[in-house]
């Protein structure tokens, strides 16, 4: 049985092509278990799995705990809201608490930026990085890779144009990075204040006008504007952010007839992307969820390694 040459999935940054190149190959003959209609297998009894979630989230968290059961691991959820971090426990100290109890990975969303990183180096149990501050969110950037192999076949030499707000995205890092080590070219678009300072050290062209960007691209990715990391004043309105950066089937008139259009979610219809263009047929928004389950089975299949041994 294959299995990764590493105990955690922290980013796509420091993963090799090879390593991804399974990851995906794996989540293939996942997704044929989802397509069963009995979802279940085996590969994953007794092991214990923690999901411990700082942020809100509704579709990785939900991705994950579907990805476990589908695979009958024993697995808890725990809000950042209703652990003993509000009592003052440290992060170190709540998860090596949960650790004795039998605990083999910790899947982890976190506000901060190397938070999953910090976790992994003082835990035994295997680490899944389920988005940290603005650092990457890998387990996303390997579905939204899935997804585009499925439907394109290749990821070499496609044209992937990331638009919107990349400076406070960690999908866009994670993206950048594993889509460019599978041999895609990669470029950005959107205000020049949503653009990351460290633009060069990602190796990417960046555009201020998404119809440029856009001349024949094979995927464009609309991002979520992270309002929530923003200081103030990075653009003037949602109103006028739409009306120059929004896509729409106008914007997009430049890129190839095979266009795929697609969005990490959640959506802010007619903001980042109009509605028109998101449910066309065009759009693999819901493919990407699909093959989120997939990716996150095959990572615990790989990182895990099938059934325990008594």
């Known amino acids: 049985m294959q299995a990764l040459r590493r105990k955690d999935i922290?980013?796509?940054?420091?993963?090799?092509?090879?390593?991804i190149t399974l990851i995906l190959e794996t989540a293939r003959s996942m997704r044929e278990?989802?397509?069963?209609?009995?979802k279940k297998v085996p590969t994953l009894r007794g092991r214990a799995i923690l999901n411990l979630f700082y942020e809100p989230s509704t579709r990785t968290k939900a991705s994950f705990e579907l990805a476990q059961k589908y695979m009958s691991a024993d697995s808890v959820s725990v809000a950042g809201s209703s652990s003993s971090l509000v009592k003052g426990e440290t992060?170190?100290?709540?998860?090596?608490?949960?650790?004795?109890?039998?605990?083999?990975c910790v899947i982890m969303r976190h506000p901060v930026s190397g938070a999953a990183h910090y976790?992994?180096?003082n835990i035994n149990a295997s680490v899944i990085n389920a988005g940290d501050g603005m650092h990457e969110h890998p387990t996303q950037g390997l579905l939204d890779l899935f997804t585009i192999l499925d439907k394109k076949g290749r990821l070499e030499k496609l044209k992937v144009v990331i638009v919107g707000d990349v400076r406070h995205s960690r999908v866009a890092r994670s993206?950048?990075?594993?889509?460019?080590k599978m041999g895609a070219e990669v470029v950005i678009a959107g205000p020049p204040t949503l653009m990351p300072p460290d633009l060069e050290a990602f190796g990417v062209k960046a555009?201020?006008?998404?119809?440029?960007?856009v001349e024949n691209a094979d995927v464009v990715m609309a991002l979520r504007l992270q309002k929530e990391r923003q200081d103030c004043g990075l653009f003037p309105s949602l109103r006028e952010y739409a009306e120059i950066y929004g896509l729409t089937e106008q914007r997009v008139a430049n890129a190839k007839d095979d266009l795929l259009i697609m969005h990490p979610g959640p959506i802010n219809r007619g903001v980042e992307i109009s509605s028109s263009l998101a449910d066309s047929p065009r759009s693999v928004v819901l493919d990407q969820v699909t093959g989120g389950v997939a990716v996150r089975m095959a990572l615990f299949y790989l990182l895990l390694?099938?059934?325990?041994?008594e």
């Open 175 to 180: 993206n950048i990075w594993g889509l460019q």
């Open 33 to 38: 278990i989802m397509l069963r209609k009995i």
């Open 10 to 19: 922290l980013s796509l940054e420091e993963i090799s092509a090879e390593e």
């Open 91 to 104: 992060l170190k100290d709540t998860v090596r608490n949960v650790e004795v109890m039998g605990v083999e």
């Open 207 to 213: 555009y201020d006008r998404v119809e440029e960007a």
């Open 305 to 309: 390694g099938g059934i325990k041994e």
């Open 119 to 121: 976790l992994a180096r």
